[in-house]
């Protein structure tokens, strides 16, 4: 084989190995993009599910039955709530999809709040059509 025979292979393969290595970066970019992408929307997952309404702050998970559903600490509660909490926190009460917080005897503890504001007989949906947060102490 002669060197004029070589040199247009060698060209070609020289072209193939560079435009290799060109697909190879775009793809470790694209590849890093997506990495950095994936890893931001785990800390805002997190972030979320930590919040003081997240779900990793959720302390039980129980079907309203139809009628009257006292919460609290209390073993007579029908929705029982752990040992800190108050022994009779309210009453939430399910007719139809409608729910209302009622006060148990004795009235709601102070420390008991909807969005924030000190708890009293309400429909526990928001006009905008969210849930009202309920929280006690902090």
């Known amino acids: 084989m002669t060197r004029?025979?070589?040199?247009?292979?060698?060209?070609?393969?020289?072209?193939?190995?560079?435009a290799a290595l060109?697909?190879?970066?775009?793809?470790?970019?694209?590849a890093?993009?997506?990495?950095?992408?994936?890893a931001a929307w785990r800390a805002q997952h997190e972030q979320k599910l930590d919040a003081p309404d997240g779900w990793l702050t959720l302390v039980g998970l129980d079907w309203l039955q139809p009628g009257d559903n006292p919460v609290g600490a209390a073993?007579?509660?029908r929705i029982r709530l752990e040992s800190t909490a108050p022994a009779h926190l309210g009453i939430l009460q399910l007719q139809g999809d409608q729910v209302?917080?009622?006060p148990p005897p004795g009235g709601f503890p102070a420390s008991l709040r909807i969005d924030g504001h000190p708890a009293g007989e309400t429909q526990l949906t928001a006009a905008n059509g969210q849930?009202?947060?309920l929280t006690d102490g902090t």
């Open 75 to 77: 073993p007579d509660n």
């Open 100 to 102: 209302r917080l009622l």
């Open 32 to 38: 890093s993009a997506w990495e950095s992408g994936l």
């Open 4 to 18: 004029s025979f070589l040199r247009p292979r060698i060209a070609g393969a020289t072209l193939l190995l560079a």
């Open 22 to 30: 060109l697909a190879a970066l775009q793809l470790h970019a694209a």
């Open 131 to 133: 849930s009202a947060a």
